[in-house]
C-alpha cells in the first residue's frame, strides 16, 4: 500500500516519514514524544495498529512493532489486550523528566548497576519464593553460608564458568563481591600485607584494602592485561603477597585477559605464591557472548585463588547476593571471617537466585542483558571514534581526557549537565599520564544512556 493511501481515511497519529531516520523505530518513538509534548497527541488516544501504520508510512510491520515496545518500556504507551494500543496517561510527565530538565534529573554513569530494566524477569519468583512452604526457614540465622541446596546449585552454575575441582563444601553465599573482598581481605591479610593489582583498578578495592591498611602495588599492563615481567620484577623488590584481578572485564577500563595472558600471569603467581583474588562478576557475559571459554585463575590455580562471582550483575543488583569459592587451605579463615562480618547473607535472596539458576529465565536474563549491552556499546561507537576494549561486550567505556584539567573541573562540570561520570583519578593511588572518564553503560534504561552519552559527545572536546 502507498504512503497516502490513508489520505481519506485520517489516522489518530500520522507521523511524517520525511523526517524518519534510521533505526526506523527509535525516529519513531522521538516524534511520538514530540507529538505528546504539543499536545497533538492526547492521553488515552488510540493508535494506529501497527498494521495500518506501516502501510501508512510504507515501512516494514516488525518496525511499527518494535517501536510500539519501545515507547511501552518507556511509559508512553499502554495497551488492552483486544482493544489496541493507546498514548498513556502519564506519558508527558515521563518524557519531561527523562528527556527535559536534566539538570534537576541526574543521569549517574558513574554507579554500576545492571540493566535495571529485566528486574520484570526476577519479580516473579519473589512472590514464588514467598508462597513456598518452607518461606519461614529463610528467615533464621540457620545455614549462614547457605543450604546445602543453595550452595549445590552454585557450585553446579559455577563450573560452567570455568571454575574447577569444587563441590558445595568450597562455596558460601555472600552479600555480593564487596562483601566478599572485604571478607577474604580480612580473613587471610594482615596490615601492612602488599597486593598487586592492575595500574587501573576497581576504586571500592582500593577503598577497602586502605581501610584494612593493606597496601596497593600498581602494576603496569597493555590492551591485555598485566604484564607478568613487571609483576614478577615488583615481586622480586619486596614481598608482595596477593593479587587483585578483573579478568572477564577491567573495571574501568573493560579490557579482558586473554588465555595467554592468563596463563603467564598463573606461572608468576604459581612461581611467587601469590595468593590470588578473581572477581570475576562479569564472566556470566562473557562465556554467554562467546563460543569459547577462557580458563580462570582459579581452575589452574585452585589451591591458592579466591574466586567472586557476582549476582548483582547477572541477576538483580538489588539481591545482593554473590558466590565465594575458596580452597579447603582456606576454609577455616573464611568462615571464620564470614561469620564474624557478616552472620549470615539473606537466604531468601539466595532462594531467588537459586530458584533463577534453575529455570529457563537465567538463559532469558542473559540473552537480554547481552542485547543491551550491544546496544550500549554500539551508540557509543557512533558517538565516539575510541576503539574497543579487548571485551566483546564490556560493561565500561573510557574517553580520554586532558593531564592538565583536574578531576573535580572534569566531574562537576558534567553534574552541572545533569550527568555524573567518574575520572581515572578514582580507580589508581597516584597520578597517571593517560586520564579519562569512565563511562557505566549498563546503570541506565537504554534511552537514558543514549541522552546522557549525547550530552557528554557535545561537551568532551574542551576537556581533551
Not at 394 to 400: G, N, V
Request: charged share 15%; aromatic share 10%; net charge negative.
Amino acid at each position: 500500500m502507498s504512503i497516502n493511501s490513508y489520505e481519506q481515511y485520517p489516522l489518530s497519529w500520522q507521523p511524517d516519514r520525511t523526517q524518519l531516520t534510521r533505526p526506523y523505530y527509535r525516529s519513531l518513538v522521538q516524534q511520538l514524544e514530540a507529538d505528546i509534548l504539543s499536545h497533538r497527541l492526547q492521553k488515552n488516544t488510540r493508535l494506529p495498529s501497527q498494521r495500518e501504520l506501516a502501510d501508512f508510512l510504507d515501512i516494514n510491520f516488525t518496525t511499527v512493532g518494535r517501536a510500539y515496545k519501545y515507547g511501552l518500556e518507556k511509559g508512553l504507551l499502554y495497551t488492552n489486550i483486544g482493544s489496541g494500543t493507546f498514548v498513556s496517561q502519564n506519558a508527558f510527565n515521563s518524557i519531561t523528566i527523562s528527556n527535559h530538565n536534566v539538570d534537576h534529573h541526574l543521569i549517574d554513569l558513574g554507579l554500576v548497576s545492571s540493566f535495571e530494566e529485566c528486574n520484570d524477569l526476577v519479580t516473579p519468583y519473589l512472590a514464588r519464593v514467598s508462597q513456598q512452604p518452607n518461606v519461614q526457614a529463610l528467615l533464621t540465622y540457620q545455614d549462614p553460608l547457605g543450604t546445602p541446596q543453595q550452595r549445590q546449585i552454585a557450585a553446579e552454575w559455577l563450573q560452567t564458568q570455568g571454575v574447577s575441582a569444587i563441590d558445595r563444601d568450597n562455596v558460601a553465599i555472600v552479600a555480593g563481591v564487596q562483601n566478599g573482598l572485604t571478607i577474604t581481605l580480612a580473613g587471610l591479610f594482615n596490615p601492612g600485607d602488599r597486593v598487586a593489582v592492575d595500574r587501573y583498578t576497581y576504586s571500592n578495592f582500593i577503598e577497602l584494602a586502605n581501610l584494612l591498611q593493606i597496601e596497593v602495588v600498581l602494576i603496569d599492563g597493555d590492551q591485555d592485561g598485566m604484564l607478568p615481567e613487571l609483576l614478577a620484577t615488583e615481586c622480586h623488590k619486596k614481598k608482595i603477597h596477593g593479587v587483585f584481578l578483573m579478568p572477564a572485564c577491567n573495571n574501568p577500563i573493560g579490557f579482558q585477559i586473554t588465555t595467554e595472558r592468563r596463563l603467564a600471569l598463573a606461572t608468576i603467581f604459581a612461581t611467587e605464591s601469590l595468593l590470588v583474588i578473581e572477581d570475576d562478576i562479569h564472566a556470566f557475559l562473557t562465556n554467554f557472548a562467546i563460543d569459547y571459554q577462557l580458563p580462570t585463575f582459579q581452575s589452574l590455580l585452585p589451591q591458592q585463588t579466591i574466586y567472586l562471582a557476582s549476582m548483582a550483575k547477572f541477576i538483580s543488583s538489588g539481591l545482593r547476593v554473590a558466590y565465594l569459592v575458596y580452597p579447603n587451605n582456606y576454609r577455616s579463615r573464611i568462615e571464620r571471617s564470614i561469620f564474624n562480618i557478616n552472620v549470615k547473607t539473606s537466604a531468601f535472596n539466595a532462594e531467588v537466585v537459586t530458584q533463577i539458576l534453575q529455570s529457563p529465565t537465567a538463559q532469558t536474563i542473559l540473552a537480554r542483558k547481552l542485547a543491551l549491552t550491544e546496544e550500549a556499546n554500539q551508540f557509543f561507537d557512533q558517538l565516539f571514534d575510541q576503539p574497543r576494549p579487548t571485551n566483546p561486550v564490556p560493561f565500561y567505556r573510557i574517553l580520554p581526557v586532558s593531564s592538565k584539567i583536574d578531576q573535580t573541573t572534569i566531574e562537576n562540570y558534567f553534574l552541572e549537565q545533569g550527568v555524573r561520570i567518574y575520572h581515572s583519578n578514582r580507580f589508581t593511588t597516584k597520578k597517571q599520564p593517560d586520564p579519562f572518564i569512565r563511562i557505566a553503560l549498563s546503570s541506565n534504561h537504554i534511552d537514558l544512556l543514549e541522552q546522557a552519552l549525547t550530552v557528554i559527545a557535545q561537551n568532551i572536546e574542551q576537556f581533551q
